[in-house]
Antibody, heavy 120, light 111 residues
């Protein structure tokens, strides 16, 4: 069974940092490109970042460029999102997800999400 | 990159069919047959329903079907059931530096 389990969310002050983790199991992690998608409270979904199978190709949505860093450890079957200079607008549930097998055009498996709250 | 436009809400009675539209531009929906649809129940993670405009992932009911015409994609739910009450989001590849744009979301109510 495919499982993606996020952790690392919590309450942080504006300007602070957090590192989110996503532990993957039940599938061959290296076969999948990965992503982070977030959802502000009561709002819709927003794509945040993409990382290729090897980690050599990375993309970010404009609002997080220079502040967030996506990475993966294929030996540990884990995905990460390092978030710096956090703002109130970053408050959201952060989901990790796989892309389709061999296709980076849709989000196939999703974790349950971890809540990040940026507030003083 | 602006969000794709979806109706805020759609409703129907059990057994009926409903259609949710997803309107983008010639830079996203209109340029690529790469629209996907997601179902999200309250407090749950999104679930993939349709990819590449009209393809079903394994395990998804064929009561859900997708199509596209020009800059507008559509999701049709046939034989509406109480369990279909949820939020639905479309998403399109846009080929830009921020290549994935979601729709505004549609709340489906089963009357």
């Amino acid at each position: 069974e495919v499982q993606l389990v996020e952790s690392g969310g919590g309450l942080v002050q504006p300007g602070g940092s957090l590192r989110l983790s996503c532990a993957a199991s039940g599938f061959t992690f290296t076969n999948y490109e990965m992503t982070w998608v977030r959802q502000a409270p009561g709002e819709g979904l927003q794509w945040v970042s993409y990382i290729s199978n090897s980690g050599s190709t990375i993309y970010y949505t404009d609002s997080v460029k220079g502040r967030f860093t996506i990475s993966r450890d294929n030996a540990r079957n884990s995905l990460y999102l390092h978030m710096n200079s956090l703002r109130a607008g970053d408050t959201a549930i952060y989901y990790c997800a796989t892309y389709g097998l061999g296709s980076r055009y849709y989000f196939n498996y999703w974790g349950q999400g971890t809540l990040v709250t940026v507030s003083s | 990159q602006s969000a794709l436009t979806q109706p805020a809400s759609v409703s129907g009675s059990p057994g009926q069919s409903i259609t949710i539209s997803c309107t983008g531009t010639s830079s996203d929906v209109g340029s690529y047959n790469l629209v996907s649809w997601y179902q999200q129940h309250p407090g749950k993670a999104p679930k993939l329903l349709i990819y590449d405009v009209s393809k079903w992932p394994s395990g998804v009911s064929n009561r859900f079907s997708g199509s596209k015409s020009g800059n507008t994609a559509s999701l049709t739910i046939s034989g509406l059931q109480a369990e279909d009450e949820a939020d639905y989001y479309c998403c399109s590849y846009s080929g830009s530096s921020a290549p994935y744009v979601f729709g505004t979301g549609t709340k489906v109510t089963v009357l």
